[in-house]
């Protein structure tokens, strides 16, 4: 059984690696936390004004929308809750590879048997292989748009499609990185017309509030019960609950980071033109780039230097590959002029 495998804390430096928002978090986020009493902290959390700030932010009403302490509980819930009391054979998880590790970690806690569906060569999303893949015994599909590592998106039309395939699994699609991609299932109708369709969004990435753990799952109100019932009463913790608050109202500090983001992603792009590397263009806030043969020199050479990138070379599909967060230009700008250096100057 795998478990996720915690990347070791590499100390100062530039954190490249794990696709959090460098730049920190919204200044408002930090005198929210400032602010609380000390009968805020010591009485169990009230969720009415978070609730209703996050539906609203969302555009979803508070009956559709269940908060978690960070997706990866979300995910964790959305196992137990589908998996974990198969009589006979063992219920069934479709995962995509590459993919998040916490979606193995977590079907196979709860029980369930993993069934992987092998990328492409070019990581275009495998709607057919996916389809394929779904048998009497599917509980859950976790699909990711955009997809991470390879920042490639899921079209909407294979989403539904396989929504519509599997009426008898929860199909959790993961939007970690939709403040990148501008492409959600929450809008719309697709809500309705999927039963089985629960979306997992995060506050862990674009809004910087990693450490503060803070995620979501949406979905129509009788999708969410089975779900709810399993999570913990007072899963977020106070100082999470007025973060998220403070967070979802800063704006402009969002589309500061996006545009970051956009221009950080287009130095990336030049930067592996001019170096002859190859790149998957990407919906979210980081880029895979195919190093080759030396991946794992380059990313020891960056680490020398107190910069952190994430080999994904192991991943399938994804030899030679490593991952680098594009947020906060001039940490771009670090990054790149190190890469070069490593890779151009000791050659
Ligand atoms: C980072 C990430 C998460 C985890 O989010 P948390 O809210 O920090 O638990 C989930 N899914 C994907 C695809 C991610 O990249």
Redesign the pocket.
């Known amino acids: 059984m795998t478990g996720y495998l915690r990347v070791p804390d590499p100390g100062d430096g530039l954190r490249l690696h794990?696709?959090e928002n460098t730049a920190g978090c919204s200044p408002r986020v930090i005198e929210a936390i400032r602010a609380l009493s000390a009968t805020d902290a010591s009485f169990y959390p009230d969720y009415t004004a978070v609730y209703e700030d996050t539906a609203a932010h969302l555009g979803v009403p508070t009956s559709r929308l269940l908060l978690?302490?960070?997706?990866?509980?979300?995910?964790h819930l959305a196992s137990f809750a589908t998996l974990r009391d198969a009589s006979g054979a063992p219920a069934e998880a479709v995962v995509i590879e590459p993919?998040?590790d916490?979606y193995a970690a977590c079907a196979e806690g709860a029980g369930g048997r993993v069934v992987t569906v092998a990328p492409r060569a070019d990581f275009s999303f495998p709607t057919d292989e996916t389809l394929a893949a779904l048998t009497d015994r599917t509980r859950l599909v976790f699909l990711?748009n955009p997809?991470?590592p390879t920042g490639q998106p899921v079209p909407r039309e294979a989403i539904e499609r396989i929504a519509g395939a599997a009426p008898a699994a929860l199909v959790l699609l993961?939007e970690?990185?939709v403040e990148f991609s501008g492409d959600t299932m929450i809008d719309g109708d697709a809500l309705d017309r999927h039963p089985n369709l629960v979306v997992?969004r995060?506050?862990?990435?674009a809004y910087g509030?990693?450490a503060l753990?803070?995620?979501a799952l949406v979905a129509r109100a009788e999708t969410l019960e089975p779900i709810r019932r399993l999570a913990p009463p007072y899963s977020l913790n106070v100082c999470a609950a007025v973060a998220l608050r403070a967070a979802i109202a800063d704006g402009d500090r969002l589309r500061w980071y996006q545009d970051q983001v956009a221009r950080s992603k287009a130095l990336v792009y030049a930067a592996c033109d001019r170096l002859g590397l190859a790149y998957w263009p990407s919906a979210a806030n980081f880029v895979l780039v195919r190093v080759g043969e030396r991946a794992s020199e380059l990313v020891a050479g960056l680490a020398r230097r107190r910069i952190f990138i994430r080999d994904r070379s192991g991943e399938p599909g994804c030899a030679g590959c490593v991952r680098i967060t594009t947020g906060v230009v001039e940490h771009t700008e670090a990054c790149l002029e190190a890469m070069e250096a490593v890779l151009c100057d000791e050659a």
């Open positions: 794990l696709n978690v302490n960070g997706l990866d509980e979300g995910l993919a998040f916490m990711t997809n991470n993961d970690a990185y997992g995060t506050f862990a990435k509030l990693a753990r803070v995620g």
